[in-house]
């Protein structure tokens, strides 16, 4: 079994108790088909840091974050979580030890009403279905009044709201985030990135990929420039904002 | 002085009198009103669910509404079909990307090219004989575009151009569902122009784009505008917004709260409660440039700004 | 009024029947978002298993009963997602409904097998005994029939609208990805839901089992949940409750018209009502539902769409193809070959050539099913033999144009709603036909309809070669004008249609326009085919156009390739030889070759090692991740005015 148990990933048996897994990556390929689009990706990010993963357009750093989620096999290479290499853990498990990963764009289910989606975001959990509720609609009070109407229907902003509440009900030990503002307006952006910071500051791993870059920085604590597959700098926040000044203007 | 009386001086490209749309219980729009000018950008911001999706929707026949009606280039559409609206000169581009994913990213934008023709003439159906076509390939000069045997390599000779001048040169014949967003989205909006829109509606096309993406996208809907073009323009990228358009209007649940100048906007109080994000010490006060905000830069924008020039 | 209380009670139980079917197709659309085209099937077996358990082994009702549900339907449900379904993830949108029609032939063509159909079969009652109310008597077994169903319905509601997984059944259709992320398995979730939909269709044939009184017929018990459609359809696939009011609806109306209407139609209207009615149900759903509301989905196709050939390809092709067919013509001259000669039998092929064309064309390039181009061929027939004699030019316009303008009457109700709607009309319409036209001896004699062959002045197609010739010429140029279709500006719009509607509206084009357009094509080519077909065998049958030939067809096609003018041919070839060599395998052999080619879209042409590569078409692929992303920062840029004359 190179699954990766709940154990493992709560860092029970980690070298550093108390803390969430890391993900340690080392030569990681992967591909769509025949055209490979990470070429040997290495990245470190610390247990209960947040780590913003930057780049242009086309960088693999989406393809990246499913490769870590289980959603996308490596070709070779290999992912860390905790201690255990995620090797072929399917997607459920990953999520069932505390993997959570939000995609970019679609992370809700169209024709489901919200309340559903919440339910089923904690299908597994055993959860208080009435606390999920609660926490999610004090931290979205538009979600509220929408928690009967399908999910497709609701605005691209609702959407993605109720996309991240999994992260906030589902208390996961690792969060990927791909492209968490987008859509999203400038006021509720901003408000997200202080959650990720206390949700990490509780005790998470975040990993967040983002276009903006000054926003994704006034959060993390470490970060790194993605071009072309490949890891191209790593650093403090600081160095990386000057970093990518030279790469978007290149 | 409403909005409307504000701004809709001059013969307005669009004008949308008082349009409400409910959906059961809740209302998406309330008795909204506004109008956009030829040759100028319009921004239509709004915090999430305030409406501006279903607006772009009422306007270009997907959404039927309650009440009110539109009017664009002066004829009233509020009961026209989607596809006889855009033949009067709308296009828009969507939220989340539609684009014709069988086809080439060429394809889509012959396909707006294409769409006033009509598919059962003889002198078209013609045009796929072997004798009567020419080679459109790439790199091909435009020809002569009046014979029935010209329009094919006509197409797609500006169909590359069109590709081109969205920043997609030689990509024509990528299936356009293996293409990535950013990509896409200019694909989307190469397909748009090639309808030769009177008004253009862009409904967040900046999501998914990088920061060059996205200044090289706000460069050319400024020379559209400055062609003549109107555009609407929906997105949350405030130094997006802020910088290119001429005239803002802000929805907030169903509701305009606010129209006028960029100036004006960014400093209203009400929008910043609303959508933009007060400043936390003194708000409202004149003037006043806003640094505090999260991730805020020099700019003045007190919304997102990106590039880090902190 | 005690015949009209006991047609009631009699009507409410067919409905409930019915209800109990149509349910299961709402469950299986709901988890799977496959239409289960073998739902009939699946109840066809379990009636017949019934039958052999109970009635031929005497074993008791509740052990059989436990074997066919709980085993029997649970396994074959659970074999059926993993061994055929799981496999269709991103394949094309017409793939599931092909595979489930070829889950269906089999089921038909095996039940053939194991249960000959010259045998009687009766089922009776499984509670005996009826008790009186009203003045009628009422049979237990009703009572029985009307309860499961309600019972059903409301379990069924009550499982996917407040259960956890109920939730996750409905979620995993939306987006298994997303489904796994949030930790439920997706594979096992949509296991479950197609055990429950045949655990339904199974116990909608052990139940209706008993009503068909005049004993098991395999067609019939297979079809006869098409009354379920309707009611379906009527719950817009997705509302359980509503779906059984409709399918109770449809019980008692075929009940009251059965025993009212019927004995009162005179025999030689041409329309045997009866049949007709689950089509008419239908229709008027279609009709009376509320279009759907053209809406941006923002879903992108993932497939590789097959090259086209160029106008100069497409033509040498044809004139090396016509070529051949010549000199086949001069070699075969009049071999015979099992009771025909082999220059009919080449007509026939080039005939349904054109038939498998028009499938490339409505199914292939605008992706919306037709299941009835048979009927539109048999159409086209019947239409040949009655103009001018059989033998003029004029029928063969005159089929076409007659069968173009039914099928755009039947796709005008389809269009404003979901592309399935339309296959489910087209199925509908092929079995009403079938059943209820080509079999009446008042339309097509009892012995067929003849068709002359055509003669012009001067030039006559008597002869079996030039016959053979002429019909070839009628393929060639039927499959150049595919072709020439694909390449123009039709092509593409048929192609943007079908991968974005919202967007096809606003760019300007006119959605329903472009659908009628091209499914009327489609029937006039196949009622070409028809009267050509008509032409070659000179006497057409009243058999020759049923439903499962037709769909069976269809199956041939999509396995050779339903997007290329080849896998047409082909199709037509096979089919054709293997109904002269093996007439009863021909559904075994589609069923089977529809599951074993699975997702692949191109069928087996397109699969990639076989394909030749043809020297002088380059390939073109770029990397997209290698594009420098900063292109646009030095865009060129366009002005305003970027119209093309129109
Ligand atoms: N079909 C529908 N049924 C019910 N409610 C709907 C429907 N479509 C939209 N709504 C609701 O109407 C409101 C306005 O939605 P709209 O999509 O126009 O917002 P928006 O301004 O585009 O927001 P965003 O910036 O998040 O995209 C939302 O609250 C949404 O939930
Ligand atoms: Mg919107």
Known sequence: MTGLTAESAGGRRGAVAGLPPGIAITDLRAAYGRIEVLHGVELLVPPGSVYALLGPNGAGKSTLLKVISGRLRATSGQVVIGEKPVGKASTEKLARSGVCAIPEGRGVFPNLTVRENLRIWTYRGGMDINEVEDTTYEEFPRLKERRRQMAGTLSGGEQQMLAISRALVTHPKVLLLDELSMGLAPLIVAELYDLVGNLARKGMTVLLVEQFVSTALSVANRAAIMVHGRIEQEGSPEEMAEAALSVYLA | MSPVDAHARGSAVLMVSEVAVRFGGVAALRDVSLSVQPATVTGLIGPNGAGKTTLFNVISGLQAPDRGSVHLFDTDVTAMKPHRRARLGLARTFQRLELFGSLTAGENVQVGLESAVKWWEWRHLSRSFPWKRRAARPGDAAPDGDGPSGLGSVAAATSDRLLDGVGLEGLGHQQASAMPTGLARMVELARALAIGPKLLLLDEPGSGLDEAESKALGDLLVKLAAGGMAVLLVEHDMELVMGISDYIYVLDFGDVIASGTPEEIRRDPMVQAAYLGAMPDDPGSEGATVTEGIGAGTGGSPGIEPGGDR | MSNFLQYTVFGIMLGAGYAIAATGLVVTYTTSGVFNFAQGAVGMIAAFSYWELVTAHHVPILVALVIILVLGASIAGALVERVLMRRLHGASAERPVMVTLGLMVILTGLAAIVWSPSTQRTVGYMINGQFGLLGINIQYQYVLIIAVAIAVAIGLRALFYSTRPGYALRAVVDDPELLAMSGASPNRMSQYGWILGFVMAALSGVLLASTQTTGLNIEAMTLLVVSGYAAAIVGRLKNIPITFAAAVGIGLAENYIGNYVVPHVPQNLGLDITNALPM???????????????????????????????????????????????????????????????????????????????????????????????????????????????????????????????????????????????????????????????????????????????????????????????????????????????????????????????????????????????????????????????????????????????????????????????????????????????????????????????????????????????????????????????????????????????
């Not at chain 3, 068709?451 to 009628?474: H, K, N, Q």
């Open chain 3, 280 to 646: 008419v149900f239908l229709f008027i759903a279609l009709v009376t539902l509320p279009s759907v509301r053209l809406r941006a989905v923002g879903r992108l196709t993932t497939l590789r769409v097959p090259r086209v050939a160029s106008g100069w390809e497409s033509l040498v092709a044809g004139g090396v193809f016509f070529a051949v067919a010549v000199t086949a013509a001069l070699l075969f001259g009049n071999t015979a070959f099992k009771g025909t000669t082999l220059l009919t039998l080449g007509g026939v092929v080039m005939a349904l050539g054109i038939v498998g064309l028009s499938l490339v064309l409505v199914t292939g390039y605008s992706g919306q099913v037709s299941l009835c181009q048979f009927s539109f061929m048999g159409i086209g027939a019947f239409v040949m033999g009655k103009v001018a004699g059989g033998g003029s030019l004029l029928g063969l316009l005159a089929a076409t144009a007659v069968c173009a303008g039914i099928g755009a009457l039947i796709a005008l109700p389809t269009i404003r709603l979901r592309d399935l709607y339309l296959a489910l009309a087209t199925f509908a319409f092929a079995d009403a036909v079938a059943n209820a036209f080509f079999t009446d001896p008042h339309i097509y004699g009892s012995g067929g309809v003849g068709v002359g062959r055509i003669v012009l002045p001067g030039l006559s197609f008597g002869g079996d070669a030039s016959e053979f010739l002429m019909v070839t010429a009628f393929f060639v140029l039927a499959a150049w004008m595919v072709l020439a279709m694909r390449r123009s500006l039709f092509g593409r719009r048929l192609l943007a249609v079908n991968d974005s509607p919202a967007a096809y509206a606003t760019v300007g084009l006119n959605i329903g326009f472009t659908k009628v357009a091209v499914f009327a094509i489609a029937a006039g080519m196949a009622g070409l085919a028809g009267a050509l077909y008509g032409t070659v065998q000179q006497i057409v049958g009243t058999s020759d156009f049923d439903v499962f030939p037709g769909i069976i067809f269809v199956l041939f096609v999509t396995i050779w390739s339903i997007r290329t003018v080849s896998g047409a041919f082909l199709a037509a070839l096979t089919y054709v030889v293997l109904n002269q060599l093996w007439p009863s395998g021909l559904g075994l052999f589609a069923g089977i070759g529809i599951i074993l080619i699975g997702r692949a879209a191109g069928g087996i042409l397109g699969i990639e090692a076989i394909q030749v590569h043809l020297p002088w078409v380059r390939r073109r692929q770029t990397d997209l991740a290698e594009i420098p992303t900063a292109a646009l920062a030095g865009a060129a840029i366009i002005g305003g005015g970027t119209h093309v004359a129109g």
